[in-house]
């Protein structure tokens, strides 16, 4: 009788795994647009993985593990259902559905399962304590013993090898309309203002002024190399890192072929905007706090060190306006964090502030730089209540007459656009100076509308940031060669010139790959890279190592100020950073854990 009852047991088990594995292949294929495709052989397919995800998970099932797991997985399923309801380009929030109580639920107990399986793995790889020397040897790698004698010099001079056809199929560099302010403010034609950070344009004016002799053309092509050599280096840098980990040979080897040969990585070195030397920062930055956990602080008593993460914070301030609120929130959490180095940290502190209010107050103000526009910060209330005029709502006859003086309402529903401020608030019609004048009032108008259109504001919300957290959203990655211009700048492809071919259709096939391609395109993703540090989190608490949080949280500070402030709601440009940490955070994931208690 006790077997049997066994036997039907297992019976109700594989039928109840066959039931949610049909259920999990269905509401992949649905948020994966399958009413679009009508690819019907997606639903077997994913229903076979889906059953195999389900049964290995049932093997390393606890209720501890699944306590970490559950909430990310359940939040990761969230986003997906809540961004298959956006058509972001035709303005569309599609309703809820009955399906969705089950598409839901279902989604939140597969990806519980997959990350089930991710702790692990990570669990299994920690435990194999074996020197980098051992795992190179055992696995062939040659080429990391060869770049071992000599790993900085030799990564450096690869990585600048590679992005070398980028920049010469693209000479002078990919510029665009940001590029173009700033040179144009170089040149005297407008005003300074630091909608570009100053010091972007201070660095462009000190290249174009020292390359006088040259055309602009060629002065452009100056910047944008060193730039390009700049981004090797940190590269170079982040590698040499993670070499010395005690992680699996294959993490090595991806970091290496991720930096040598990703287009978006050859494409960004020579994208002249600030983004670029932005993303450098930061990824110097979290290196510099990883190490000081690593040491339990200890390297907060050295002043060179201070001196050094008082650079990196004053830096990343001056060239992202949300900067300054990454500085001053991980100010304080290092002051809570180690009590015994206050004094250390309040002077690197009071110095990286100190120099940049001076900077953007006496220095500002003796150079003529003009205050920046309130609308930069408000780009969400703008586009809600956007949002709310083009559906054809309406405010108090008060808030409209506001509203009509801002921008004439007629005009914000010819050019509004979901998921992008700039048509709206760089219209030659929106009234500028009337908002900066009148911030609190046009905060109480907005107000007012939440009250009345929450609805409209959740969802404008929600299509304005959607590129930030959903994962199915990809753009098309930065300015590829030269945009129209009055300046004179001309495209070359050098390579073209000399060879009699051209690179750039190969180039550009492999840029579509990045953002679309199986698997390729997760790195991509800004969601996924978000969720990424999630899981990191995670792997630290559930290994009693939560002190390494700290080093994730600018990170987090910076997608958090994204989700407040975006202008656009998918450019990977703003999260660049953490596409360039990709191989770190996979690092410290699997780095053996005797490394870094």
Known sequence: M????????NICVYAALLGISYLTGLSLAIVCGYGITGIEVIIPCLMIF???VYHKAMLVTSKKELGYAAPIGFLFALTLVLGSKIEIYDGIFYDFSLMDLVTFP???????????????FSDKVKSKNKSDKTLALENGQYFLQLISLHPFVCLFVLYVICYLPYYLTFFPGNCGPDTWESIRMVLGEIPWTNHHPVLFTGLLMVVIKGTAFLPLTGSVGVFSFLQMVSLAAVLARLSVRIFKMQVPVVVKIFTVLMFAFHPFIGMYSIYLTKDVF????????CLKLYDIIKEEGALLGKPSECIK?????LFSSMLRNNGLYITIVMAVVLLCSYKKYRKQIAALFVCAVGLFLIWQGPVFAAIGIEKQSFAEAASIPLQQVGYVLWEGGTFSEEDMDFLEELMPVEKVKEVYQPGYTDMYKFDEEFNDAFLNENTGRFLGVWWNGCKNHLGSYIKAYLMQTVGYWHYGETNSV????ITANTLGVEQIDVISNGFG????????????????????CILGSMAMQIFMVLLLIIQYLRRKNGRFILWLLPLV???????????????????YPLFLLWPFFLATFFEAEENIQ
């Open 478 to 481: 930065c300015t590829q060669g």
């Open 309 to 313: 993460l008082s650079v990196l914070f």
């Open 2 to 9: 006790k077997k049997l009852l066994i036997q039907y047991k």
């Open 501 to 520: 071919f051209s690179s750039e259709p190969v180039m550009e096939k492999l840029v579509l790959a990045g953002r679309k391609a199986p698997v390729i």
């Open 106 to 120: 279902v989604l939140g107990l597969f990806f519980s399962a997959m990350i089930l399986l991710l702790f692990s």
């Open 50 to 52: 889906a059953g195999i």
């Open 278 to 285: 932005f993303a450098e920062i930061m990824v110097l930055l």
């Open 557 to 575: 500070l910076l997608w958090g100020t994204i989700m407040i402030a975006t202008p656009a709601f998918c450019l990977l440009r703003y999260m």
